[in-house]
């Protein structure tokens, strides 16, 4: 699992992330943003197909609701953490 902060003015994520490390090469899938605004987090789960699910407690309770099966209509506003797998 590799989770990257990202700061204020970063752009946004990517859906894959590749690093060599010792000279091994390792590709990371995206799976999860998560983001905070009005004083309260909320995420993006994206499964291993791409399906993008969304969960803001406030309004989707213990839910997640579906957004797309298209990784790169996930929201970039407001992204403070982008979780690779």
Known sequence: MLVIELWQGLHPFD???EI???GVH???SLH???YFAGAHF???VITHIGMVWYHDGIFTGSSL???SADIS???T???ITAVYI
Request: charged share 20%; proline share 8%.
């Open 15 to 17: 859906p894959i992330a």
């Open 20 to 22: 060599d490390v010792d």
């Open 26 to 28: 390792r590709q990371y």
């Open 32 to 34: 999860g943003v998560i």
């Open 42 to 44: 909320m995420a993006c």
């Open 65 to 67: 609701v579906y957004k």
């Open 73 to 75: 209509l996930a929201p």
């Open 77 to 79: 506003e407001n992204v």
